[in-house]
């Protein structure tokens, strides 16, 4: 909302989280879809961004570790990405919200912001430290315009977080490597079992594992479409699914989130909801 306005253009990465793409259309931005595909194993490929590229391009907006594929790039991608941004004079955000839970050994790669000095990052407590209700984030750049801009626009908005929250928040960082160590291991724990139950259910499921974060992106082999499974995964076992259609995606799709410890329970539900339907 700081960076863009009618007649600027913004990319972003797709499938996404639907704000990153509405918030700059509700600007007056005109907003382009960089769409990754699960035959890449869901990385978008660098060649189209640069096709997409235009002189009014101002932001490309990014999500890594990607919620809802769990994709997360090498470091070598995103110096790539950096590099190509900076000769377009266009600025990166990066939504890093998933980043500290490392999936795979080959661990994380750095924050773009450590990478570039014009990319702007954004992050919370919600997500991998599971403390959404404190509504807590921040904004990490070396971009001192955005810096600037952003700091005008929240005095007009007056959106500042409350004493007790920022206390709660900050206590909560200080002890990051107890709390993300305690929800990568049950996120790991989790991702096994579920990674059994789509092996079980293989004429059901196709999918890429997640390399980070807690959620995964399968394609659903089944013949109704993903809004009409989730609804009535809703209605018949009480079960909430994401699918696809809300991620600026098609309808073949579902987000599981495997970051809870009530993940046991609803893939029983989930199997029991299945057998019915073989029934």
């Given at each position: 909302?700081?960076?863009?306005?009618?007649?600027?253009?913004?990319?972003?990465?797709?499938?996404?989280?639907?704000?990153?793409?509405?918030?700059?259309?509700?600007?007056?931005?005109?907003?382009?879809?960089?769409?990754?595909?699960?035959?890449?194993?869901?990385?978008?490929?660098?060649?189209?961004?640069?096709?997409?590229?235009?002189?009014?391009?101002?932001?490309?907006?990014?999500?890594?570790?990607?919620?809802?594929?769990?994709?997360?790039?090498?470091?070598?991608?995103?110096?790539?990405?950096?590099?190509?941004?900076?000769?377009?004079?266009?600025?990166?955000?990066?939504?890093?919200?998933?980043?500290?839970?490392?999936?795979?050994?080959?661990?994380?790669?750095?924050?773009?912001?450590?990478?570039?000095?014009?990319?702007?990052?954004?992050?919370?407590?919600?997500?991998?430290?599971?403390?959404?209700?404190?509504?807590?984030?921040?904004?990490?750049?070396?971009?001192?315009?955005?810096?600037?801009?952003?700091?005008?626009?929240?005095?007009?908005?007056?959106?500042?977080?409350?004493?007790?929250?920022?206390?709660?928040?900050?206590?909560?960082?200080?002890?990051?490597?107890?709390?993300?160590?305690?929800?990568?291991?049950?996120?790991?724990?989790?991702?096994?079992?579920?990674?059994?139950?789509?092996?079980?259910?293989?004429?059901?499921?196709?999918w890429h594992d997640p390399r980070g974060g807690v959620v995964v992106f399968p394609r659903w082999l089944g013949e109704e479409s993903t809004s009409v499974l989730?609804?009535?995964?809703l209605q018949e076992a009480g079960l909430l699914l994401a699918p696809s259609a809300y991620f600026a995606a098609d309808e073949r799709h579902v987000r599981i989130?495997?970051?809870?410890?009530?993940?046991?329970?609803?893939?029983?539900?989930?199997?029991?909801?299945?057998?019915?339907?073989?029934?």
């Amino acid at each position: 909302m700081a960076s863009v306005g009618a007649g600027d253009h913004v990319i972003v990465q797709g499938p996404i989280y639907q704000s990153l793409t509405s918030v700059a259309a509700w600007c007056g931005a005109e907003t382009t879809s960089w769409p990754a595909s699960e035959r890449d194993a869901w990385q978008p490929q660098l060649e189209t961004l640069h096709r997409l590229l235009r002189p009014t391009t101002r932001l490309i907006v990014v999500n890594f570790p990607h919620s809802p594929t769990g994709f997360v790039p090498d470091q070598d991608y995103l110096e790539q990405l950096s590099s190509l941004a900076d000769e377009a004079g266009v600025t990166v955000v990066c939504d890093e919200i998933y980043r500290g839970m490392p999936l795979t050994d080959a661990g994380e790669p750095p924050s773009l912001a450590d990478l570039s000095r014009r990319a702007v990052v954004l992050n919370s407590v919600s997500k991998v430290y599971g403390l959404p209700g404190l509504r807590v984030g921040w904004v990490a750049t070396r971009n001192e315009e955005v810096l600037v801009n952003v700091k005008r626009l929240r005095m007009h908005f007056n959106s500042f977080v409350g004493a007790p929250s920022e206390f709660l928040a900050t206590l909560a960082l200080r002890q990051t490597e107890q709390i993300l160590g305690r929800n990568l291991a049950l996120a790991k724990n989790n991702l096994a079992q579920l990674q059994r139950f789509l092996t079980q259910h293989a004429e059901l499921f196709s999918w890429h594992d997640p390399r980070g974060g807690v959620v995964v992106f399968p394609r659903w082999l089944g013949e109704e479409s993903t809004s009409v499974l989730s609804e009535r995964l809703l209605q018949e076992a009480g079960l909430l699914l994401a699918p696809s259609a809300y991620f600026a995606a098609d309808e073949r799709h579902v987000r599981i989130g495997f970051g809870t410890s009530s993940l046991p329970t609803s893939l029983a539900a989930f199997e029991e909801y299945l057998e019915s339907r073989r029934h």
